[in-house]
């Protein structure tokens, strides 16, 4: 059997580690030989193993990674075609290249991806599939629900090694009980986006800034910390426009505000085909009024300030940013933009 594995690079090499385990345990004691496309010389050498046949070692796993560094992927699939490989299972990993916008650089054309389909079997897998088979692991293997598993996610991150680790110390800590996020948060290896995000609610919520900035200080966060949160700002004034237009309500279930927003997904996307946490948008919508439109936009022309100042060296990002969370709640007079004068 022949496997045509397509994808972004982190993703790729989860539904790769997951299908080399498959034909290990359906192939026990099956020889193994890898193959690398940055290696000139081992298209020689994968074709040389692909046509030898012995009746002494029936199946044979042949892997050949990073096809996308073949001058001619299209001659190397024909290749393939010349010979049999009912006795061998071949895995070919093609990995796609993204820009910061989620688009793909170097895409599979028709007639390649119409030549691995006659091979065999081809297996897409990218980010937002990487997302639904973290979510699935967290289901099945503590027992727990969607939006206990995207909370979960939301605390530990997206990476799915990390994760499976996660999950196997949890359950070795359980010893059979009933998960609960409470009894394991002490355990747990939080990401730190986590943290600046947890941050950033309090800061919002209960105007705490002195625990803020004791971490800022500490850690240097400053700029993520300015980015994670007018990121939090766009997604109040969105959640704000969508309840306004009655689209989506406070007091809805969770079911109900997941269908409603099927429609507006693109609005929570930052590149196509992103994974949108719908269950960490609904948990958001009981704060959602407690700020206007007005001072949504205000706050966010000041954190555009703020960054000007940094990148353009007016400021140094530590006073710009301290001085932008101690003025937050100020008055207009107080505020960081009453201050931009002193620095341009």
Not at 156 to 162: L, M, P, Q, R, T
Not at 163 to 180: H, T
Not at 192 to 208: A, I, Q
Not at 240 to 263: G, Q
């Amino acid at each position: 059997m022949l496997y045509f594995l397509h994808g972004d690079t982190a993703p790729l090499q989860i539904r790769y580690q997951e299908l080399l385990q498959s034909v290990r345990n359906k192939n026990p004691g099956i020889g193994e030989k890898i193959f690398d496309a940055m290696d000139k010389e081992d298209e020689e050498r994968f074709f040389l193993a692909i046509s030898t046949m012995s009746m002494f070692v029936p199946r044979e796993l042949l892997i050949y990674k990073r096809l996308e560094n073949l001058k001619n992927l299209e001659t190397f699939l024909k290749g393939i075609q010349k010979y049999d490989i009912t006795q061998k299972e071949v895995i070919l990993l093609y990995e796609e290249q993204l820009t910061e916008f989620g688009k793909i650089q170097n895409p599979l054309g028709k007639k390649e991806l119409d030549l691995a389909e006659s091979l065999g079997k081809i297996i897409c897998y990218r980010k937002a599939d990487q997302k639904k088979a973290v979510l699935l692991l967290l289901q099945q293997e503590l027992g727990i629900s969607e939006g206990e598993a995207e909370k979960f996610v939301e605390i530990v991150g997206e990476n799915y090694f990390k994760i499976r680790n996660e999950v196997e110390k949890i359950k070795s800590f359980l010893d059979g009980e009933r998960y609960s996020l409470q009894k394991v948060l002490p355990i747990l290896s939080p990401d730190k986006e986590y943290s600046v995000r947890k941050l950033v609610d309090g800061f919002l919520l209960k105007k705490d800034y002195r625990g803020l900035l004791e971490f800022l200080q500490k850690d240097k966060e400053y700029m993520p910390f300015l980015y994670a949160l007018a990121d939090e700002l766009v997604l109040h004034l969105k959640l704000l426009a969508l309840t306004e237009e009655k689209i989506i309500l406070r007091t809805m279930n969770f079911n109900v505000f997941k269908s409603r927003l099927e429609n507006y997904r693109s609005l929570f996307q930052k590149y196509p085909n992103q994974p949108v946490a719908e269950y960490g948008l609904y948990k958001k919508m009981p704060n959602i009024g407690i700020f206007t439109k007005e001072f949504l936009l205000k706050k966010l022309g000041e954190i555009l300030q703020a960054e000007f100042l940094v990148k353009s060296g007016a400021m140094e990002e530590e006073i710009a940013v301290e001085t932008l969370i101690e003025n937050f709640y100020r008055t207009p007079s107080q505020s960081l933009s009453s201050q931009i004068s002193v620095f341009t």
